[in-house]
């Protein structure tokens, strides 16, 4: 552009290039600025990061904003919300500078959001000497975040005509953070509340709460109603706990059936925190009307709750982890980890082999497990040829898996059969083949020779 421009004559192609310069502020760049100064979209990309991952919205709003970089999502959240706007011809603007009143104003706009704004009066003199200089439009705004100790100084002024550094902006969200959520403190571990749904939680720990749980978290008008229907309210309202157990009861847990529980991450001392929830749904009002009226109050505790792991995770340094809990997951796993299991690992070149204690089980079985998801398939019957057969014979069970094709799985009981299919993140690996390996290796430890043969 500043080419085209150059090669015009004498005083049109001067004033093209000052007014190119005058407007650069409020042009967007076909790049991201590397000079330290913050962006719109640096600053939404930061609000959602923190405050709205996993929400969606429509990204097909705005021209110049990317999937690769995070700036549609973000951006898209932002608008859905009212935090920001686009320019009114297509752009959204990413890559434009932000004054520090600009950002003050997509922070409160976002504590809007969570009703956390002014409400009623509340003017009240700003005691810096610049404080004049702020423009009407982001004054409510600017009074909010030196309110609530989200704003940074410069040099004892606030500055809000200067661009905030990208520098700044992770000590913003860090006490915009401090501004918005309750934090809840136990055993050295911090659950994250929303300050707008707080008022209307129960968090105190049930006196029958499992050993080791951290936090409970239920709606109190839920047991508020229950109670008033003349019931204790054990359970009314209840939202979710998290447990913090030991490796090995992590390990009793993963060989059963985890209906309302979710392993989902560990620390680095090897324990695991498990995320507890109900089946079923614990919503309670004194009346028809009132469930029709606050559901949606319910409806969005509950969205926050399918967050919260995800938070704690990151407010706590945790490592996040997750398990599988079908039929064939429970199997493997009791293999690894029940001393009581009986089972037999059986194919036609040796027939069925018992456990020995010089091969390591677990191995193979947590190896077949690694990565792997088992989804259920409608099939009727399964290929001809090898198969490798998991037999748990005082069950009634069984699990065969194909040489010919080396993820699928028929299960046998009693009362008929189905298949499912293992599926892997790592391409090429079968679970016929590792079970394979194992079953060979048990066959050299006990010295066998091929019954075929």
């Avoid at 500043?2 to 004559?9: D, E, P, Y």
């Avoid at 076909?30 to 990204?59: I, M, Q």
């Avoid at 978290?217 to 359970?235: F, H, L, N, P, W």
């Avoid at 706590?316 to 029940?338: F, K, M």
Wanted: proline share 4%.
């Amino acid at each position: 552009m500043k080419t085209s421009i150059l090669k015009r004559s004498g005083a049109l192609a001067l004033a093209l290039l000052m007014a190119l310069c005058l407007a650069a502020p409020a042009l967007a760049e076909e790049t991201a600025p590397d000079d330290g100064l913050a962006t719109r979209g640096d600053v939404v990309k930061w609000l959602y990061d923190d405050f709205g991952e996993g929400a969606t919205a429509d990204t097909a709003e705005f021209t110049d904003v990317s999937e690769e970089d995070g700036t549609a999502q973000a951006a898209a959240w932002a608008a859905s919300l009212g935090i920001v706007k686009g320019y009114g011809d297509g752009r959204f603007g990413t890559y434009d500078y932000v004054t520090r009143e600009q950002a003050a104003t997509m922070l409160y706009r976002f504590a809007q959001t969570m009703d956390l704004g002014f409400h009623g009066a509340w003017m009240f003199l700003l005691d810096y000497p610049d404080a004049a200089e702020i423009s009407d439009w982001a004054n409510e705004a600017m009074h909010w975040v030196v309110m609530n100790g989200v704003i940074t100084e410069r040099d004892g002024v606030l500055a809000p005509k200067d661009y905030i550094g990208i520098n700044e902006l992770p000590v913003w969200m860090r006490k915009m953070d401090d501004a918005t959520t309750v934090k809840l403190e136990n055993g050295g571990y911090t659950l994250a509340i929303p300050a707008d749904l707080a008022p209307q939680l129960n968090t105190e720990l049930p006196a029958d709460a499992p050993e080791g749980t951290l936090f409970a978290v239920a709606e109190q008008a839920s047991i508020d109603a229950a109670k008033a229907r003349g019931y204790e309210g054990e359970g009314a309202g209840w939202l979710f706990a998290i447990q913090k157990i030991s490796e090995d009861e992590a390990h009793r847990l993963l060989c059963g059936d985890m209906s309302g529980k979710e392993l989902f991450a560990r620390d680095e001392a090897g324990n695991h925190f498990v995320f507890c929830h109900p089946t079923d749904v614990r919503f309670d009002r004194a009346t028809t009307e009132e469930m029709i009226a606050d559901t949606p109050v319910w409806t969005k505790l509950n969205e926050w709750a399918a967050l919260a792991k995800d938070r704690f995770i990151n407010d706590n340094g945790l490592t996040p982890e997750s398990y599988g809990n079908t039929d064939v997951d429970i199997a493997l796993y009791r293999v690894a980890y029940d001393p009581e299991v009986k089972y037999t690992l059986s194919t036609t070149a040796f027939g069925p082999l018992e456990p020995s204690e010089d091969v390591d089980a677990a191995s193979y079985v947590l190896s077949a497990l690694n990565g792997a998801a088992f989804e259920r398939v409608d099939l009727e019957e399964g290929p001809d040829g090898e198969y490798v057969v998991l037999n748990f014979p005082e069950e009634g069970v069984r699990y065969d898996v194909f040489s010919a094709d080396g993820n699928l799985i028929r299960r046998v009981t009693e009362y008929g059969e189905d298949y499912m299919r293992a599926v892997y993140d790592e391409e090429g690996l079968e679970l016929f083949g590792i079970l394979q390996e194992w079953y060979f290796v048990l066959a050299s430890v006990y010295d066998l020779e091929p019954v075929n043969e």
